[in-house]
């Protein structure tokens, strides 16, 4: 999800951080080196996601006594490597990615086999969430290997500590929405009637398009966490119908990577299914099996002279299952 060169604490020549991390490593091997670290063993590693220096003392130490890092980018990861004071083999380096991953799978089940430990890390975060990755730990537990996750940096949690969202119930995580207007549109509709607060990943070419389409949550609030533990990191809250405005602001606003919080509704959407008639009701559910919810509102209300604002809260109600169907 980050590019190499999006690293705002690597410098060009990283021999003055490797050096810095070498009493990292020192403390590492000191408070982790009683715990138990068995092989034959896939180590799921969360790595920073922007500082460097958000590596966790555990990861370090794994990192540095797997046998195999496997990665969804070997040169990205090399880069990091060398960051630290580490190098690695050609040998020592197994790409794991998006379009591989079932195959590399194999691959290292084979390495586990032979009583290596294998590190698993992503190219920034917590592998397996919106990272490849659970393929991987599906197939390794399948084959009777033992997956011991390494907790981290996860844009996910960072932006939600940080966006003061209050509401019972905790949150969704949507990650990526499609990158299909119509089916983007569709998501965001059923989006609308989740009271609960909404956790979305974007990249910087769909970004604007996205805020656009979140226009339809009115006044609902969303944050919007760009380039989040780095050197130009923004944490910016605002009503969704001015979303796609402050990003129009600045060029900075659309570079980077995102996370967004869509804050939870402050107070849940009530049951109101019972004030359609039965046959406003029927006919809502048909339209609904065929068209978008919009149209399928419009249509309901009319043809059955139904409350357009009563159809909708019941569309989203039917969406979310909580009505009788």
Same mark, same amino acid.
């Given at each position: 999800? $980050? +590019?190499?060169?999006?690293?705002?604490?690597?410098?060009?020549?990283?021999? +003055?951080?490797?050096?810095?991390?070498?009493?990292?490593?020192?403390?590492?091997?000191?408070?982790?080196?009683?715990?138990?670290?068995?092989?034959?063993?896939?180590?799921?590693?969360?790595?920073?996601?922007?500082? #460097?220096?958000?590596?966790?003392? /555990?990861?370090?130490?794994?990192?540095?006594?797997?046998?195999?890092?496997?990665?969804? !980018?070997?040169?990205?990861?090399?880069?990091?490597?060398?960051?630290? *004071? #580490? !190098?690695?083999?050609?040998?020592?380096?197994?790409?794991?990615?998006?379009?591989?991953?079932?195959e590399a799978a194999a691959q290292v089940i084979a390495r586990?086999?032979?009583?290596?430990?294998?590190?698993?890390?992503?190219?920034?975060? $917590?592998?397996?969430?919106?990272?490849?990755?659970?393929?991987?730990?599906?197939?390794?537990?399948?084959?009777?290997?033992?997956?011991?996750?390494?907790?981290?940096?996860?844009?996910?949690?960072?932006?939600? +500590?940080?966006?003061?969202?209050? *509401?019972? *119930?905790?949150?969704?995580?949507?990650?990526?929405?499609?990158?299909?207007?119509?089916? /983007?549109?569709?998501?965001?509709?059923?989006?609308?009637?989740?009271?609960?607060?909404?956790?979305?990943?974007?990249?910087?070419?769909?970004?604007?398009?996205?805020?656009?389409?979140?226009?339809?949550?009115?006044?609902?609030?969303?944050?919007?966490?760009?380039?989040?533990?780095?050197?130009?990191?923004?944490?910016?809250?605002?009503?969704a119908h001015n979303l796609a405005a402050w990003f129009a602001?600045?060029?900075?606003?659309?570079?980077?990577e995102f996370a967004l919080v869509v804050h939870a509704l402050?107070?849940?959407?009530?049951?109101?299914?019972? +004030?359609?008639?039965?046959?406003?009701?029927?006919? #809502?559910?048909?339209?609904?099996?065929?068209?978008?919810?919009?149209?399928?509102?419009?249509?309901?209300?009319?043809?059955?002279?139904?409350?357009?604002?009563?159809?909708?809260?019941?569309?989203?109600?039917?969406?979310?299952?909580?009505?009788?169907?």
């Open positions: 999800m $980050t +590019s190499p060169s999006e690293y705002a604490e690597v410098p060009k020549a990283s021999t +003055s951080l490797s050096s810095v991390y070498s009493n990292a490593f020192q403390a590492a091997r000191e408070a982790v080196g009683p715990q138990n670290h068995p092989a034959s063993t896939l180590y799921v590693v969360a790595t920073p996601i922007g500082n #460097l220096a958000d590596i966790t003392l /555990r990861a370090l130490y794994v990192i540095e006594r797997a046998d195999t890092l496997a990665c969804e !980018d070997t040169r990205h990861t090399q880069q990091m490597l060398r960051a630290y *004071g #580490l !190098d690695r083999s050609s040998s020592q380096l197994l790409a794991v990615h998006q379009h591989n991953e079932a586990l086999a032979q009583g290596q430990r294998v590190a698993y890390v992503s190219d920034a975060g $917590t592998p397996a969430i919106s990272d490849p990755g659970a393929r991987l730990v599906a197939a390794v537990a399948a084959a009777g290997y033992r997956v011991m996750p390494l907790p981290g940096a996860s844009s996910v949690t960072t932006l939600l +500590s940080a966006a003061g969202v209050t *509401g019972e *119930g905790g949150f969704v995580f949507a990650g990526f929405l499609s990158s299909k207007a119509s089916e /983007r549109q569709r998501a965001i509709e059923t989006l609308n009637g989740e009271s609960r607060a909404v956790v979305l990943l974007e990249a910087p070419h769909r970004i604007e398009a996205l805020a656009q389409a979140l226009g339809l949550l009115g006044k609902r609030l969303v944050t919007v966490g760009r380039e989040l533990t780095k050197q130009f990191e923004t944490v910016h809250t605002v009503q602001e600045k060029a900075d606003h659309v570079r980077g402050d107070k849940p959407p009530q049951d109101t299914a019972e +004030s359609l008639d039965a046959d406003s009701l029927r006919t #809502l559910k048909l339209l609904l099996t065929e068209l978008p919810l919009k149209t399928a509102v419009k249509m309901t209300s009319d043809i059955t002279g139904a409350s357009k604002n009563v159809v909708y809260d019941t569309a989203l109600l039917l969406k979310k299952g909580v009505t009788d169907t």
